[in-house]
């Protein structure tokens, strides 16, 4: 494997682990549901798609074959996480889960 292949794959875990590790600190330290789920969603999204491109990147460059599982996860990923982040989200805002007091505009409040 080159030197330039193995930069590239330790980049993208890199970026995954970094991106995970920012995912948690949000998760434990943000105010309210609606800010850590936006934490946990996104960001948990972007590092373990992240994490996935490297280890199939590595797989490819190391037995030259594209594992469709890694590819299935990666697919299944960037579909399901975003939209599971927006229905707890939304399912907490209908049932009546309070806002944080801190810099949050509640811009739905004033549509119903």
């Known amino acids: 494997m080159?030197?330039?292949a193995e930069i590239i794959i330790a980049v993208f875990i890199l970026i995954g682990m970094v991106l995970s590790l920012v995912s948690s600190f949000g998760v434990m330290r943000l105010p309210d549901v609606y800010t850590r789920n936006h934490a946990a969603s996104k960001s948990t999204t972007l590092?373990?798609?992240?994490?996935?491109?490297?280890?199939l990147l590595f797989f490819y460059h190391h037995e030259g074959v594209?594992?469709?599982?890694?590819?299935?996860?990666?697919?299944?990923?960037?579909?399901?996480?975003?939209?599971?982040?927006?229905?707890?989200?939304?399912?907490?805002?209908?049932?009546?889960?309070?806002?944080?007091?801190?810099?949050?505009?509640?811009?739905?409040?004033?549509?119903?």
């Not at 590092?47 to 280890?55: E, K, N, P, Q, R």
């Not at 009546?96 to 549509?111: F, M, T």
Request: aromatic residues 4%.
């Open 47 to 55: 590092g373990v798609m992240s994490t996935l491109i490297g280890a």
């Open 66 to 112: 594209i594992h469709s599982r890694i590819l299935l996860g990666i697919v299944l990923i960037f579909v399901t996480a975003p939209v599971a982040g927006h229905v707890i989200s939304r399912a907490a805002y209908n049932t009546g889960i309070k806002l944080s007091e801190r810099s949050v505009q509640d811009d739905l409040k004033r549509d119903k």
């Open 2 to 4: 080159s030197v330039t």
